[in-house]
Each structure stands twice: as structure tokens, then as C-alpha cells.
């Protein structure tokens, strides 16, 4: 599967854009600003219906203007696929396979696999569990669409649950037969996605664990720890222990709304031992085993999207992770690049077809490449 051309209308700092793309590695260079980051966001845009950085989807509109517009021609399993974004102010926002409109968005999800290298991706290790839900979530969305809707569900659930715990406080009642429908809900979606999510853990760890070694070039040990208060108990009997809790708190404590991915180096957590350099590689291997992992499971090779790469690391350690993702598994790449004769430097030393493209303003100013 790759991303032939591309189109845009107003949208960040682009108000016109028609550009067509290697079927291998494409890479973006030009100077802060320039809107190399944007073209990667709308890329991810046409496979997630949603923005990388931004979630107010009118706040990617051009400024001036009243609407955006994303269009992608790609080619999977031999047929071409059309996507289409269209977002206004004051409108519901469009998303149409071949002319079709999606009457649910979560329905798309999945059909165009992407995977996203940002330094955005620090939030994982420094802040707290819930950019690491999002993760996990993230990655089992797009190989299982009961997963997605089944999350769905539970976050619906969760929060009329909440609501009404806020009315019972408000009332000084409490009828336990109202809270009964709600926890039902919970615990029906919440095991499945506690399932889905052990199975996930399981499977990611070696694969992870491995590339981390490739790029790092030793045998630290790294892992992934998936805690959850589900782990070692049963969800409905959580719930009925924490009813008086979390009519005092008037929120759910207990569920998988809670659950966390630990990140560790060795034996204590990265984002306390892991120097800056352990950290960038432990990103890195984080995301290329995503994209090992969703390859697996949903049969095509994601999109890569790497966003400054270059500037993470090292010029050994950039060639020795191109050549690696210029390997015919990896399928399309898109690069972005602060400096074109570092790209340039790098990019002539390996066979696979490539692209550069100059970015300046929100506009294209020269092409070259190698087929």
C-alpha cells in the first residue's frame, strides 16, 4: 500500500497543494516552519480522521479561511482508493472512501495504517498514563474495529456513570438499580478490552525488545509492563468495592480506565534512569515495533512517518535506522529534515527509490530524487 498524490486546500500553511510521492522513501527538508511537519499531520489525518497534534479539527484551517481540505489517492491490494477530508466552521466534518461517505468514522479506521515518529512522542514516557492508554488504544485500533467500538461503549458508559454518581450527590439519593445498568455496560466492554489488551502485551514485548537492540546496538533490557486493577481482580466485584468511594469522589475509580503501560530500563522506570539518548531509542523501537505489530495483524505494511528524525540522534545511528526502514518490509516512508545535505548525504547511500522535496512557506520549491 502506498500514498500516490496528495492534495490539500487550506489547509495549516498550505492553501493549494497538488504533489505526487514515491512509492518508498519521500522526504521532506526546509527550515523551521516551513510546513514539513503539516504535510506529515495530513498524511495521518487521511488514516486516523484526525489530527497528530491537533484535536479541534477547525483549528487546522488556514487562517482566513472557512474550510479545509484533504484528498489522497492511494493504492492498496492493487486497486486505488480515494480518501477524502473535508472540515468547515459550523459544519460536520466529511470523510469519504471513493465518493462514499462514512456515516461513522470509526469505520475507516484501519483501512490505511499509519504510524507516527514525532518528538511529540515524549509525552509516552514523561507524562502520565493516559497518553499511554492512548498508545495502547491507538495500535489495537487499527487491526480491530471491535476494539474501537467496543471502547466506545465503555467510555459512553463511563461517563454516565460519572454523571449520574454527581446526581446522586447533588440529590442526597442513591438508587443502586440506576448504577446496575451502567456497571453491566462497564464490565461487559471493560474484560473484553482487558483481553485484548493482555494479548497485545504479550505479543509486543519481544518484538519491541528486539528492535530496541538493533538501533541501540546493545542488550539492554527494556520492557513493557502492562498494569491494570483487572489483572487480579474480578471488575464487577471492583465495582461494588469501590461504590462507597466513588460516591464520595463521585467519579469511577476502579475499571480500565485506569490501567497503565510501565516503561522501564532494566528493572526501575526510563523516565527516572534512561538518559536523554536511551529515551530517543526507547521511542524508536516503541514505534517500529507498532508498525511491526499492525503489519502482523491487519496484513498491510502501515505508512511510516518519521518527523525529525534526524535530529534525534546521531548521524550512525540515523543511517543504521534508514537503512533499516528502507528495507522492503517497511513499505512507504515519509521523512522530515531541517538540513537537505544531511538528507541528501544519507539518502544517496541507499538502493531504495526516493524523493526530496524542498519545503519553504507551505509551498513545493524543487523535486529531486532517485528512481
Known amino acids: 500500500m502506498y500514498l500516490h498524490k496528495l492534495n490539500l486546500v487550506n489547509f495549516k500553511n498550505y492553501e493549494q497543494l497538488d504533489i505526487e510521492f514515491s512509492e518508498k522513501i519521500n522526504c521532506f527538508v526546509g527550515g523551521n516552519g516551513a510546513g514539513k511537519t503539516n504535510l506529515l499531520d495530513a498524511i495521518y489525518y487521511l488514516s486516523l480522521t484526525k489530527s497528530y497534534f491537533n484535536t479541534i479539527d477547525t483549528q487546522n484551517i488556514t487562517n482566513g479561511q472557512d ?9 492498496r491490494d492493487g486497486t486505488k482508493e480515494n480518501i477524502y477530508c473535508g472540515v468547515g466552521k459550523n459544519r460536520r466534518k466529511q470523510f469519504k472512501r471513493n465518493n462514499k461517505e462514512y456515516q461513522k468514522f470509526s469505520l475507516h479506521i484501519g483501512l490505511i495504517p499509519v504510524v507516527m515518529i514525532s518528538p511529540a512522542d515524549s509525552s509516552l514516557i514523561i507524562e502520565g498514563s493516559d497518553d499511554r492508554r492512548k498508545f495502547i488504544n491507538g495500535v489495537i485500533s487499527q487491526y480491530s474495529i471491535e476494539y474501537l467500538d467496543t471502547m466506545i461503549r465503555y467510555n459512553h458508559a463511563l461517563v454516565q456513570r460519572n454523571i449520574l ?10 438508587n443502586p438499580e440506576y448504577i446496575e445498568v451502567w456497571d453491566t455496560q462497564l464490565v461487559t466492554a471493560g474484560e473484553f478490552i482487558h483481553k485484548k489488551r493482555l494479548e497485545y502485551a504479550k505479543k509486543f514485548q519481544p518484538i519491541f525488545q528486539s528492535y530496541y537492540n538493533i538501533i541501540s546496538e546493545s542488550q539492554e533490557e527494556v520492557g513493557l509492563i502492562y498494569q491494570s486493577q483487572l489483572n487480579d481482580g474480578d471488575f464487577r466485584q471492583l465495582l461494588e468495592k469501590s461504590m462507597d468511594k466513588d460516591r464520595i469522589l463521585q467519579y469511577t475509580t476502579v475499571g480500565i ?4 503501560l510501565v516503561m522501564n530500563m532494566g528493572p526501575f522506570p526510563i ?11 526507547f521511542l524508536v523501537a516503541l514505534k517500529f515495533a507498532e508498525f511491526d ?23 550512525h545511528r540515523v543511517r543504521k535506522i534508514i537503512g533499516l526502514v528502507s528495507e522492503k518490509h517497511f513499505g512507504q516512508i515519509f521523512i522530515t529534515d531541517t538540513n537537505e545535505d544531511r538528507a541528501d548525504s544519507i539518502l544517496k547511500d541507499i538502493s531504495a527509490d526516493h524523493k526530496v522535496f524542498e519545503v519553504d512557506n507551505g509551498k513545493i520549491t524543487g523535486i529531486n530524487g532517485k528512481n
Open 67 to 75: 474550510f479545509f481540505m484533504i484528498q489522497g489517492e492511494y493504492e
Open 165 to 174: 454518581l454527581k446526581d446522586f450527590a447533588r440529590s442526597g439519593s442513591f
Open 257 to 260: 480506565h485506569k490501567d497503565d
Open 271 to 281: 523516565k527516572r534512569n534512561g538518559s536523554q539518548g536511551q529515551q530517543k531509542t
Open 293 to 315: 505489530f499492525i503489519r502482523e495483524l491487519n496484513g498491510i505494511a502501515p505508512v511510516l512517518l518519521l518527523d525529525d528524525l534526524f535530529d534525534k540522534f546521531d548521524s
